[in-house]
């Protein structure tokens, strides 16, 4: 299907993307890599009016550590992320989502900050800015704010950006060296929507314990979800199976999701346990802690 008529207009700034969003208000959306954005358009279950595509902004196209962060620009596609040396070596849970988000075609287009833009309940990227406690800067008409993940992501398909703004960049804190994470995702077939998928970010102290800890799960409810009560459990435990466990437990629990062709919402409970489990013993491994599997 075609999708519903619409006015189209490139923006060279993002004082000019701000401006027609205000000018335009609830009619108007960003473009960024399209992969989400186009196919609902062309099933009409977005009609927006005015595209303001933010493809010509190179200001918005980095990828980079500044302040103890890693600063992901609007304008970044997935698949610079894939290849960075920067990623690879020091962000080890979001070097795991940059290799199983969608297929290498769609990450030539897509960008990390129009997925959290999305908040598609099946998404990646959001379930990643969760476990990293990512936060997402935003500019409207009166400035810029920055928000966590945990506040921006409001619903399936709904974020805290107001109508007149546009998220500039997702910032990761740079795991210490005593910190590392894992991705794990469940999918039919390369290149699918996740069945369900975990994100885990472990700090160890100097004892061995887990000093802090960020546990997210994905397509099993309307969002991607924080497990609270999986890092509450972790938190202070010495790394075990037995914590492994419970923590996959925690993850079942909070799983809420429903049956579609992808599986039965009991499948899909019992995987967010099992992914939950993985991503904690991949994460251990990374952090020379064994045996745990
Ligand atoms: C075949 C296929 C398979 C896929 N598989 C997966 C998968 O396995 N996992 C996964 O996570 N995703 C998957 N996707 C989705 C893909 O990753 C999308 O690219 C991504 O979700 C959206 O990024 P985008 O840059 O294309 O955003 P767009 O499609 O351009 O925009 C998406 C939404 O975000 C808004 N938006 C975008 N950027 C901004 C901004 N800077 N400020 C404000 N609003 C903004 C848009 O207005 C729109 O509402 C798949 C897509 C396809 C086509």
Known sequence: MFPARFDYLRASSTDE????LAQHGGEARILAGGQ????????????????????????????RETGGSLLIGAGTRD??????????????????????????VVRQSGTVVGSICHSDPAGDWGVAALAGRAQIVVRGPAG???????????DSFTT?????????????????????????????KVGDFATASAAVQLTLDTSGAIAEAGVAIGAVGAKALRVSEAEQLLRGAKPSKDVIRAAADAARKEADPGSDTRGSAEFKKEMAGVLVA?????????LGVGGMA
């Open 17 to 20: 993307a701000v401006a027609a």
């Open 36 to 63: 989400s954005l186009i196919p609902a358009m062309r099933f009409r279950l977005a009609r927006p009016s005015v595209l303001i595509d933010i493809n010509a902004i190179d200001d918005l196209r980095y990828l």
């Open 79 to 104: 698949a610079a992320l894939e290849t960075s040396e920067l990623v690879t070596s020091g962000y080890r849970m979001i070097a795991d989502v940059s290799v199983l988000v969608a297929d290498p």
């Open 144 to 154: 810029t704010r920055t928000l966590s993940a945990d506040d921006f992501l409001v």
């Open 160 to 188: 805290a950006l107001a109508e007149n703004e546009m998220a500039l960049e997702v910032q990761f804190p740079r795991p210490s060296e005593h910190t590392s994470g894992a991705f794990a995702k469940l999918e039919r």
């Open 278 to 286: 993985r991503a904690l013993v991949s994460a251990l491994e990374r």
